[in-house]
């Protein structure tokens, strides 16, 4: 286990190790939530997979593919801004 603290400004210090084991690199996109009393921090790249995943066992005619297109298609004009 690796220790952190956050700062007066709520900022969080992944330590090198952890970094390194998750593969967060500089610049790395992240998904932060709590749950059940835990922050859970993840790269966007790890979830958009995880969900493309479900949506290749959706049956045709779900809307889940035409979905996530359109989160992908809006997450480009994120980054493009």
Do not use: H
């Amino acid at each position: 286990m690796q220790r952190s603290r956050l700062d007066r400004q709520g900022r969080l210090v992944v330590p090198a190790r952890v970094r390194a084991a998750a593969g967060l690199t500089p610049g790395a996109a992240l998904a932060v939530r709590a749950s059940r009393g835990r922050v859970i921090v993840e790269p966007l790249d790890a979830i958009e997979r995880k969900m493309w995943r479900v949506a290749a066992r959706s049956r045709p005619g779900d809307a889940t593919v035409e979905l996530l297109e359109d989160r992908r298609r809006e997450a480009e004009r994120e980054a493009q801004a």
